[in-house]
């Protein structure tokens, strides 16, 4: 590595910070400076400045690790000194931390430019960015720090960001909600999180004598991963797979996984860009970049890898059912988010990690592409989010249109695409598993053919959402009528926002001036009303180059970046250039004659081998599309145009299949029932009053006996004293008749 790749990487993590002071300090200033255009086309400027400028420094050291691929440590100074535990603060320049860079710094560099073309008309812009840019220097603490706690800093920034990104137009009561929401789930999975990291260090601790001179460095990954400690963890499996466990119960949390996914599809309340940042380049593959650095912990346990993979596989079922029955191309995009990372975690529950964070890339790239392309399609139809006042649009926004065809071919796994190698791999993962398994029985297989059933369900949505948006012929905003009351039951980006959920039986007395008063939503509407004004003359227009360009750029990468990654580039051998130690090679690949899908009897095309595993994930693809294609070619089919009369599975699915309501319920109504009837009523008032008062009560009746004997008289006194002489003399005439007494 080169001598000044620690000030390098340095400079990676901290120009986000500049960012983020320059918007939360001058931003104000700056857009006031000139007029209001002007200013924020200079503020914009400033906030992805710092982040293209993260990229490019990280793409130099990038190219320094190419050449010199030992990778290294950088301590700057101690963070924490209690005892014998040392917690410095460290950055780790290696393949996996470096990967993630590029795509944090470079998608979140895209994404900053959309977003100065898409929040141009929004009041507070500056808080706006300043968010963006301190979300970004956060998840580049959690990528690069070398230690656990570095990484939980992290783990706990994001999620911080997120709460304020979501909950952006916070005074909008369903916007405070989700991001509530979001914040609370994730604490749980924050919970799994920090007891597995104190177990990990309290076995280290336990074992130091195997662990030589560390100098209480016990979080940091050189010494939480190094041989030592391994055969440490590899001598207590049960503690091991508990440790892995916890770990893996952080990473539902933050890549929401089922039962933890709750929080993501609410996300949607923030703005468009917000939800790309979080989807698609960085937040939500938190769980898989973790299982990857922990990845010689999780070999080490199959128990832990089956349950991973196991629910990996259900997360990616029951997402991509759900996604049926939405309306909202957000909420398409966003179950479709969830149901990819459950395909994640079934590559690293196969001991695959290395295909986990192939998936991690190529989805960076497609689904970055579909949620901007969203974004462009929400701002060109008046910000109505709903599809079925879609339809056409390849009329009107071509340029969207194109590159979001792009992104539909390849999140279905279209031959060739970014999405089809990095399915392909985690298909061949999980059927070759010889990894995880469950009490003896390997867990392959079942996720295999589930992530096959997925792949044909994920191109059938995802033409769904494309057909009704982009094709069919009919321009359903026409049919409608002008400002239709029945479109506005849904979530609204942008202006639209606050245009709901406010009537003060919804929050009761808003007696702190927090949510919006009627008069102020009357206003608000008022000022807005040139936003949505969908009705029958409406006609759709392309957005501007600073939007389309960073749509483009995604579009490109996601047709040729699973190509590069798997080809050229050899993620494998880059990001595990000496295999995962702990783990026999034979486990992470399988064994090549598993099973017919293995099994080569075909040429080769562009670097793929034409055999029955890529038949089989090409044909679920190919099947998906045209089950989707024979549907919704003609439009919105009549039945799912009223939720009445749609199919009683789409309108389940469409809520959630009721888990949503269910958690909910538990949650804040179970949780009411509990603390008042259990807590209050019984624990409080029975139990610990009981007791209390039981004490005062005992007291009170011992002393009313005890005052029969306070009679102030001196012969009283002495006739007590009298009968207890008596008394002892009995007892001392008893035991010596007894001949017990001496």
């Known amino acids: 590595m080169a001598e000044n790749t620690k000030t390098l990487i340095l400079l990676v993590l901290l120009l986000p910070l500049l960012g983020f002071l320059v918007q939360s ?324 529950g196969a001991g695959a990690y290395w295909v986990g964070m192939f998936h991690v890339i190529t989805h960076a790239f497609f689904k970055a592409l579909l949620f901007l392309g969203s974004g462009a399609v929400i701002h060109a139809m008046a910000h109505e989010q709903d599809m079925r006042w879609y339809g056409n649009l390849k009329k009107y926004i071509p340029i969207t249109t194109m590159v979001m065809t792009i992104g539909w071919l390849a999140i279905a796994g279209f031959p060739f695409m970014a999405g089809a190698f990095s399915k392909e791999s985690i298909l061949g993962a999980a059927f070759g598993n010889h990894l995880a398994e469950i009490n003896g029985v390997q867990v392959g297989a079942i996720a295999g053919w589930i992530a096959v059933g997925v792949a044909l369900l994920t191109a059938a949505y995802m033409t769904r959402m494309t057909m009704l948006t982009f094709y069919g012929g009919e321009e359903r905003w026409r049919e409608l009528g002008l400002h239709s009351e029945a479109h506005h039951d849904h979530d609204h980006d942008h202006h639209e926002h606050h245009a709901h959920a406010h009537a003060h039986e919804d929050h009761g007395p808003d007696t702190h001036g927090f949510f919006y008063t009627d008069e102020e939503m009357a206003a608000q509407h008022e000022e807005h009303e040139h936003h949505h004004h969908l009705d029958a003359e409406y006609t759709p227009h392309e957005v501007s180059p600073s939007m389309w360009v960073p749509l483009a750029i995604l579009a490109v990468l996601s047709v040729i970046g699973g190509a590069i990654f798997y080809n050229v580039w050899n993620l494998e051998k880059w990001l595990y250039p000496n295999g995962v130690p702990m783990l026999d090679p034979e486990l992470a690949h399988g064994h090549p004659a598993s099973g017919f899908l293995a099994q080569h009897f075909g040429p080769t095309i562009l670097g793929v081998h034409i055999n029955g595993l890529f038949l089989v994930a090409t044909g679920a693809g190919v099947l998906g599309m045209l089950i989707g294609y024979i549907i919704y070619r003609k439009g919105m089919p009549k039945r799912e145009k009223d939720e009445a009369t749609m199919l009683s599975i789409q309108r389940a699915a469409g809520n959630q299949f009721g888990y949503d309501s269910l958690m909910v319920n538990a949650s804040v109504e179970g949780g009411e029932a509990l603390a008042d009837k259990f807590f209050f009523r019984f624990l409080d008032s029975k139990v610990v009053d009981g007791i209390v008062n039981g004490v005062g009560v005992l007291s009170t009746k011992l002393g009313s006996i005890l005052k029969i004997f306070q009679t102030g008289y001196v012969r009283s006194y002495a006739l007590l004293m009298m009968v207890g002489v008596l008394g002892l003399l009995v007892s001392m005439v008893i035991q010596m008749m007894n001949g017990g007494a001496h």
Not at 192 to 203: P, Q, R, S, V, Y
Not at 211 to 240: C, H, Q, W
Not at 311 to 318: M, Q
């Open 25 to 348: 300090l001058l931003g104000g200033r700056i857009v006031k400076s000139g007029n209001d255009a002007a200013g924020k086309r200079i503020a914009g400027f400033l906030a992805v400045l710092p982040i293209a400028a993260s990229f490019v420094i990280g793409a130099i050291i990038t190219a320094g690790l190419v050449k010199a691929p030992a990778g290294a440590h950088y301590t700057y100074f101690n963070w924490i000194e209690i005892q014998s535990l040392v917690v410095p603060f460290e950055l780790r320049v290696d393949q996996l931390s470096m990967t993630m860079v590029l795509i944090i710094t470079g998608l979140g560099s895209l994404i900053h430019l959309f977003a100065t073309g898409y929040m141009a008309e929004e009041k507070e812009y500056t808080r706006f960015f300043t968010y963006l840019n301190l979300f970004i220097a956060f998840m580049l603490i959690l990528v690069l720090g070398n230690n656990l706690a570095m990484l939980f800093i992290g783990w706990e920034g994001v999620g911080l960001c997120s709460y304020l990104l979501i909950g952006f137009w916070y005074k909008d009561l369903n916007n405070s909600r989700a991001a509530n929401k979001a914040f609370i789930v994730n604490r749980i999975g924050d919970w799994g999180l920090t007891l597995g990291l104190f177990m990990a260090a309290a076995l280290l601790m336990a074992n130091l004598s195997q662990l030589g001179d560390i100098g209480g460095r016990f979080l940091s990954y050189d010494v939480l991963l190094s041989e030592a400690s391994l055969n440490v963890f590899k001598s207590n499996p049960e503690m091991t797979t508990v440790i892995a466990l916890l770990l893996f119960v952080g990473a539902m949390g933050k890549s929401a996984q089922f039962p933890l996914y709750i929080w993501l599809p609410d996300a949607m309340a923030g703005p468009t860009p917000v939800s790309a940042l979080i989807h698609a380049a960085t937040m939500v593959t938190s769980g898989i970049v973790l299982l990857n650095r922990m990845a010689p912990i999780f070999a080490m346990s199959p128990t832990a890898s089956g349950v991973v993979m196991i629910v990996g596989a259900f997360t990616a079922l029951f997402a991509a059912l759900i996604a049926f029955g939405q309306r909202d191309i957000k909420k398409v995009l966003a179950y479709s988010t969830v149901s990819q990372l459950g395909y994640m975690f079934i590559a690293c």
